[in-house]
Protein backbone atom coordinates (compact mmCIF):
# COMPACT_ATOMS: atom_id res chain seq x y z
CA UNK A 1 0.00 0.00 0.00
CA UNK A 2 0.86 3.57 -0.62
CA UNK A 3 2.36 5.49 1.97
CA UNK A 4 2.21 9.31 1.86
CA UNK A 5 4.03 12.69 3.13
CA UNK A 6 3.32 16.52 3.54
CA UNK A 7 5.99 18.26 1.04
CA UNK A 8 6.91 21.38 0.12
CA UNK A 9 6.81 21.65 -3.75
CA UNK A 10 10.67 22.23 -4.96
CA UNK A 11 10.94 25.46 -7.73
CA UNK A 12 12.91 24.29 -10.37
CA UNK A 13 15.39 26.57 -9.78
CA UNK A 14 15.89 24.50 -6.84
CA UNK A 15 15.94 21.10 -8.48
CA UNK A 16 18.87 22.86 -10.74
CA UNK A 17 20.82 23.64 -8.21
CA UNK A 18 20.56 20.47 -6.57
CA UNK A 19 21.56 18.62 -9.69
CA UNK A 20 24.39 21.14 -10.11
CA UNK A 21 25.54 20.23 -6.38
CA UNK A 22 25.59 16.88 -7.08
CA UNK A 23 27.51 16.65 -10.81
CA UNK A 24 30.79 16.68 -9.62
CA UNK A 25 30.37 13.44 -7.44
CA UNK A 26 31.47 10.11 -9.03
CA UNK A 27 30.14 7.48 -7.13
CA UNK A 28 27.54 9.10 -5.12
CA UNK A 29 23.56 8.24 -6.27
CA UNK A 30 22.21 11.77 -7.69
CA UNK A 31 18.36 12.26 -6.73
CA UNK A 32 16.36 12.24 -10.26
CA UNK A 33 12.79 13.73 -8.21
CA UNK A 34 13.53 16.51 -5.69
CA UNK A 35 10.95 16.60 -2.35
CA UNK A 36 11.15 18.18 1.10
CA UNK A 37 9.24 16.68 3.11
CA UNK A 38 7.51 18.22 6.17
CA UNK A 39 6.33 14.95 7.54
CA UNK A 40 5.51 11.20 6.77
CA UNK A 41 1.87 10.83 7.10
CA UNK A 42 1.57 7.16 6.83
CA UNK A 43 -1.09 4.98 4.36
CA UNK A 44 -4.51 6.10 4.15
CA UNK A 45 -6.79 7.66 1.52
CA UNK A 46 -4.51 10.70 -0.08
CA UNK A 47 -8.12 13.38 0.03
CA UNK A 48 -8.98 12.36 3.63
CA UNK A 49 -5.10 12.86 5.33
CA UNK A 50 -5.17 16.14 3.34
CA UNK A 51 -8.02 17.32 5.34
CA UNK A 52 -6.29 16.50 8.63
CA UNK A 53 -3.48 18.08 7.39
CA UNK A 54 -5.50 21.38 6.48
CA UNK A 55 -7.21 21.28 9.90
CA UNK A 56 -3.59 20.78 12.20
CA UNK A 57 -2.48 23.75 9.79
CA UNK A 58 -5.25 25.60 9.72
CA UNK A 59 -3.78 29.52 9.93
CA UNK A 60 -0.87 28.95 7.66
CA UNK A 61 -0.15 31.98 5.15
CA UNK A 62 2.12 31.14 2.48
CA UNK A 63 5.52 32.01 3.72
CA UNK A 64 9.51 32.73 2.57
CA UNK A 65 12.05 29.50 2.08
CA UNK A 66 15.29 29.58 1.74
CA UNK A 67 18.35 27.41 0.83
CA UNK A 68 21.23 28.32 2.82
CA UNK A 69 23.88 25.67 2.56
CA UNK A 70 25.59 22.25 1.74
CA UNK A 71 25.17 19.97 4.39
CA UNK A 72 24.81 16.04 5.20
CA UNK A 73 23.86 13.08 7.55
CA UNK A 74 26.90 10.95 7.72
CA UNK A 75 25.41 8.56 9.70
CA UNK A 76 21.28 8.83 8.25
CA UNK A 77 18.78 6.21 10.30
CA UNK A 78 18.07 4.75 7.19
CA UNK A 79 19.66 3.58 3.64
CA UNK A 80 23.42 3.99 2.90
CA UNK A 81 24.95 7.22 3.69
CA UNK A 82 26.33 9.92 3.66
CA UNK A 83 23.97 12.00 2.44
CA UNK A 84 24.24 15.22 1.00
CA UNK A 85 21.28 17.37 1.24
CA UNK A 86 20.25 21.27 0.64
CA UNK A 87 19.70 23.29 3.82
CA UNK A 88 16.41 24.95 4.01
CA UNK A 89 16.30 27.68 6.33
CA UNK A 90 12.01 28.37 6.71
CA UNK A 91 11.02 28.13 10.07
CA UNK A 92 7.10 27.92 9.13
CA UNK A 93 8.20 24.27 7.97
CA UNK A 94 9.80 23.45 11.36
CA UNK A 95 6.15 24.64 12.90
CA UNK A 96 4.14 23.07 10.28
CA UNK A 97 6.32 19.83 11.51
CA UNK A 98 5.60 20.38 14.75
CA UNK A 99 1.96 20.80 14.66
CA UNK A 100 1.64 17.84 12.51
CA UNK A 101 3.65 15.39 14.59
CA UNK A 102 1.34 15.95 16.97
CA UNK A 103 -1.48 14.38 14.63
CA UNK A 104 0.74 11.58 12.90
CA UNK A 105 3.32 10.06 15.14
CA UNK A 106 7.06 11.08 14.46
CA UNK A 107 9.79 8.52 13.08
CA UNK A 108 12.07 8.24 15.43
CA UNK A 109 15.89 9.39 13.96
CA UNK A 110 13.85 11.07 11.19
CA UNK A 111 11.38 13.29 12.20
CA UNK A 112 10.47 15.64 15.58
CA UNK A 113 13.57 16.78 17.18
CA UNK A 114 16.02 15.60 14.80
CA UNK A 115 14.24 17.06 12.00
CA UNK A 116 15.87 18.81 9.42
CA UNK A 117 13.97 20.74 7.04
CA UNK A 118 16.25 19.89 3.64
CA UNK A 119 16.37 18.42 -0.28
CA UNK A 120 18.27 15.87 -0.97
CA UNK A 121 21.50 15.51 -3.52
CA UNK A 122 23.31 12.77 -3.41
CA UNK A 123 23.32 9.47 -1.26
CA UNK A 124 26.47 7.45 -0.77
CA UNK A 125 30.11 7.32 -2.50
CA UNK A 126 31.46 10.70 -2.26
CA UNK A 127 28.54 12.87 -1.24
CA UNK A 128 30.23 14.21 1.77
CA UNK A 129 32.74 15.70 -0.09
CA UNK A 130 29.78 18.50 -1.07
CA UNK A 131 29.30 19.43 2.25
CA UNK A 132 30.31 23.35 2.46
CA UNK A 133 30.27 23.69 -1.47
CA UNK A 134 29.72 27.31 -2.67
CA UNK A 135 26.35 28.01 -4.45
CA UNK A 136 23.78 31.28 -5.04
CA UNK A 137 21.37 30.79 -2.50
CA UNK A 138 17.29 30.73 -3.67
CA UNK A 139 14.91 31.96 -2.05
CA UNK A 140 11.24 31.08 -3.01
CA UNK A 141 7.98 31.89 -1.65
CA UNK A 142 5.68 28.65 -0.64
CA UNK A 143 2.79 29.38 -1.07
CA UNK A 144 1.55 25.35 -1.33
CA UNK A 145 2.01 22.13 0.11
CA UNK A 146 1.26 18.73 -1.28
CA UNK A 147 0.59 15.09 -0.01
CA UNK A 148 3.25 13.65 -2.22
CA UNK A 149 2.58 9.64 -2.76
CA UNK A 150 6.49 7.62 -1.88
CA UNK A 151 5.05 4.83 -4.92
CA UNK A 152 4.33 7.08 -7.76
CA UNK A 153 6.61 9.37 -6.77
CA UNK A 154 4.34 12.72 -7.25
CA UNK A 155 2.14 14.86 -5.58
CA UNK A 156 -1.71 13.71 -5.21
CA UNK A 157 -2.84 16.42 -3.39
CA UNK A 158 -2.12 19.92 -3.32
CA UNK A 159 -2.74 22.15 -0.23
CA UNK A 160 -3.27 26.36 -1.17
CA UNK A 161 -1.58 28.32 1.48
CA UNK A 162 -3.35 30.25 2.89
CA UNK A 163 -5.01 27.60 4.86
Same mark, same amino acid.
Do not use: K
Given at each position: ?? @? %????? $? @???? !? +???ARGVASCCLDAGPRDRHTLVIK? !?????? /?? !???????? *?????? #?? /???????? #???? $???????? %??? @???PPIVEAHRRLCSAFDPIDGLEG?? %???????????? /??? !????? #?????????? *? +?????? %???????? +? *???
Open positions: ST @V %YSCNV $P @VPPE !L +SRLR !LGEGDP /AG !LARRVRDE *LEGTPP #FE /ARVVAVDA #FRDP $PVGRGPVA %YLR @VDADD %YVPHVTVARGGD /AGQ !LVGRA #FDPVTWTVDA *L +SIWSAE %YDEEVERI +S *LPI
